[in-house]
DNA sequence: TCTGGGGTCCTAGGACCC
DNA sequence: TCTGGGGTCCTAGGACCC
């Protein structure tokens, strides 16, 4: 048996943990830059508020008061994801945090367990001890348990424990479950299987394979598997290492200001770096790409991007910064009105593997060492306080965020200035 | 005026090798 | 008139996830 676990409205309940006055309200958070709406409040969503949208769509219910929106805090975010996973491991020790506010837990050889009882243990000890409302679904396969969280926090919010334990359960859970809610089922095959007659995740079951291995690839097929119980998606309990590494931002307004984008590209290629490092690993690609505004239907649409090999492949954001400004000077064209920037590193491998060539292990070992110190010095005051002179201190591409509440579990810094 | 960010996997086709 | 077979690697594009 498998459970998926996440958190109801996560960054919205996130908020409300620090903010109890808000609860029953609508809040909703927005997207960096104040962009878009990337979570709601369930008051937020009965007003119809749609994931996505645009913030300035919801402009007027925000400034009278009638929705409370607030500018992603992700340093909050991650620290509480962090503590309820914590929670969860005290369930089981086979947890996959799957992404920041959900996680399957793998419950093989509980034998003669209630796991409806437990479900409904764990939501009460996250509430507790986090103050996030969660749902649980438990299943055969992992595409089934997302199946029952979903049908708990739908159809039984006021439990929001679901349990698909036996065949009966798997086909009404199947029926009651429409295609494009299926885990593995985007946009894209949605209308395509709609179009086909498939309207359930119990249909998309009948469909023959060939049919489904044709158009859907194999991963269709595993999740034709996964919805009748056969289990095919592991749990892992390890995350394997990343394989790339992306710093991208759009900047609050258009710019064709190259000094400007070499700042913002060179701070996205340290922090890029500094991920890599937290990898212990190096990079030996790296992509530096550049785009005008897409919605902007009056001019031209511009998008290029250009990747460099590093050789050899390092961490080093000294290298690094050097390496992106290099590439940005192939593609920037001037005159054009840039939105959005970003560096993307790849080829990475593990730091123990890297390469040495004859001649630059001096170097390499001078820019560990100061990597080093950086690291360790920016993770101990929770700031970036050291950076390379490239980075910038203008930030004239820096971030929107007017609504940023306090960064409550890990910056007490902050807190304490702001009562003085 | 104003539209996010960070990932993964699969497949087809081309280049290249013997 | 007639033009092999088998394999690997890389990349771009398209799908998906949160």
Redesign the pocket.
């Known amino acids: 048996m498998y459970a998926l676990v996440?958190g109801n409205n996560?960054y919205a309940s996130c908020e409300r943990v620090f903010n109890p006055a808000l609860n029953g309200k609508p809040v909703v958070v927005?997207?960096?830059?104040?962009?878009?709406i990337?979570a709601r409040s369930n008051e937020a969503k009965a007003m119809g508020i749609k994931?996505?949208?645009?913030?300035?769509q919801i402009?007027k219910q925000i400034e009278n008061g009638e929705v409370h929106a607030f500018s992603?805090n992700f340093a909050l975010y991650g620290d509480m994801s962090q503590r309820m996973m914590q929670i969860f491991s005290g369930f089981t020790p086979q947890v996959e945090i799957?992404?920041?506010?959900?996680a399957f837990l793998d419950f093989a050889g509980f034998q003669n367990t209630d796991f409806k009882q437990l479900g409904i243990e764990l939501k009460k000890r996250v509430r507790k001890y986090i103050g996030i409302p969660v749902s649980v679904g438990f299943g055969p396969t992992k595409t089934l348990a997302?199946i029952a969280n979903r049908i708990a926090k739908k159809k039984m919010p006021q439990v929001g424990v679901a349990l698909i334990d036996t065949p009966e359960k798997i086909q009404l859970a199947l029926k009651l479950t429409p295609i494009e809610e299926?885990?593995?089922?985007?946009?894209?095959?949605?209308?395509?299987l709609q179009e086909h007659g498939v309207k359930t995740a119990w249909d998309f079951t009948r469909l023959p394979d060939a049919f489904i291995?044709?158009n859907?690839?194999?991963?269709g097929l595993?999740t034709k598997e996964e919805l009748l119980g056969t289990s095919c998606i592991p749990v892992e309990l390890v995350p394997?290492?990343?394989?790339?590494?992306?710093?991208?931002?759009?900047?609050?307004?258009?710019t064709s200001d190259l000094i400007y984008i070499e700042e913002a590209i060179a701070d996205?290629a340290a922090?890029?770096a500094r991920?890599l490092r937290e990898e212990k690993a190096v990079a030996n690609?790296l992509t530096v790409f550049l785009k005008t505004?897409?919605?902007?239907t009056k001019k031209p649409y511009y998008a290029k991007s250009f990747?460099l090999q590093i050789d050899p492949p390092t961490s080093s954001s000294i290298l690094l910064i050097k390496k992106a400004k290099e590439a940005l000077k192939i593609i920037y064209k001037e005159g054009l009105g840039y939105?959005?920037a970003?560096v993307?590193?790849?080829?990475?491998v593990p730091e123990e593997n890297r390469q040495l060539s004859l001649f630059e292990a001096g170097e390499y070992h001078k820019h560990r060492q100061i990597m080093k110190i950086m690291d360790k010095i920016n993770t101990a005051t929770g700031k970036e306080i050291l950076k390379i002179g490239a980075q910038g201190q203008s930030r004239a591409w820096r971030?929107k965020q007017e609504h940023r509440s306090r960064r409550y579990t890990t910056r007490w810094d902050e807190l304490i200035t702001i009562k003085i």
Do not use: C, H, Q
């Open positions: 996440d996560f927005l997207s960096n830059n104040d962009g878009i990337i994931m996505g949208i645009p913030a300035f402009k992603s799957y992404s920041i506010d959900e997302k299926v885990w593995g089922i985007g946009r894209r095959y949605a209308s395509f291995r044709k859907m690839s194999v991963n595993r394997p290492p990343k394989k790339a590494i992306r710093t991208a931002r759009t900047f609050s307004k258009n996205f922090k890029s991920k690609l505004n897409r919605f902007d990747t939105k959005k970003g993307i590193l790849s080829g990475i971030l």
